[in-house]
Structure formats: structure tokens, C-alpha cells
């Protein structure tokens, strides 16, 4: 499996949490538009641990493959959920997004 995570690193202006918390959310299903996503993730920061980088939340969208990632990426679809987080999104928001393509191992209880 792989997946693409997005670290929001910052926080919302004054006042605009719920709104930018609404718009993430909403987020989730748009990405349901991309061909072969599995599914899609948004974590909200509750605790942090002192000295730990400011991520406000992270998105993450998953795939079985990494080609099927790339081919998510290359999609006229990414430029529209790109235009969606530059118009309504980021006006909300004091940072900036980093993005990390991970690969995931994982072990499952009873496997």
C-alpha cells in the first residue's frame, strides 16, 4: 500500500478553525474522485508532544500501488483539488502544506 499524506504545518487564522476543519473534511469525499484511491484520512492534532513540529492535521489518501499513486498525481483531477485547497483552503490558514508519498508495511491483530 501507499500513501500520500499532506502535513499542515501551522494553524488556522483566528476564528477560522471550524471553517477550515469543514473544508478538510469535506475534502475527503472530492478525493473519492481520483481513479484506484482506496480511501482518504483526515487527523486533526489534539495533543502534541513539547518540540514536536507544529502539524496542525494531515490528509491522507491511500493506494494499492505506488503506480496507481503516480497515476493519481498525473490526473487533470489533482489541478482541480489543487485550485479547491488554493482558493478555499488556504486563505484559511496561516502555513503551508508539505506533502510525503509513503510505503506502508503493517501487521494486523490475528494475521
Request: net charge neutral; charged share 25%; aromatic share 14%.
Given at each position: 500500500?501507499?500513501?500520500?499524506?499532506?502535513?499542515?504545518?501551522?494553524?488556522?487564522?483566528?476564528?477560522?478553525?471550524?471553517?477550515?476543519?469543514?473544508?478538510?473534511?469535506?475534502?475527503?469525499?472530492?478525493?473519492?474522485?481520483?481513479?484506484?484511491?482506496?480511501?482518504?484520512?483526515?487527523?486533526?492534532?489534539?495533543?502534541?508532544?513539547?518540540?514536536?513540529?507544529?502539524?496542525?492535521?494531515?490528509?491522507?489518501?491511500?493506494?494499492?500501488?505506488?503506480?496507481?499513486?503516480?497515476?493519481?498525481?498525473?490526473?487533470?483531477?489533482?489541478?482541480?483539488?489543487?485550485?479547491?485547497?488554493?482558493?478555499?483552503?488556504?486563505?484559511?490558514?496561516?502555513?503551508?502544506?508539505?506533502?510525503i508519498?509513503?510505503h506502508?508495511?503493517?501487521?494486523?491483530?490475528?494475521?
Amino acid at each position: 500500500m501507499f500513501i500520500r499524506s499532506a502535513y499542515f504545518v501551522g494553524k488556522p487564522f483566528p476564528g477560522k478553525e471550524a471553517e477550515f476543519r469543514q473544508l478538510l473534511q469535506g475534502a475527503l469525499k472530492l478525493y473519492m474522485g481520483f481513479k484506484n484511491i482506496r480511501g482518504a484520512q483526515f487527523l486533526e492534532a489534539r495533543e502534541v508532544e513539547e518540540g514536536a513540529p507544529g502539524i496542525y492535521a494531515t490528509l491522507q489518501l491511500r493506494f494499492d500501488s505506488e503506480s496507481d499513486l503516480q497515476a493519481a498525481l498525473a490526473t487533470p483531477f489533482r489541478q482541480e483539488m489543487r485550485s479547491y485547497f488554493l482558493n478555499s483552503v488556504f486563505p484559511l490558514f496561516d502555513g503551508t502544506a508539505k506533502h510525503i508519498n509513503h510505503h506502508v508495511e503493517e501487521q494486523v491483530t490475528g494475521a
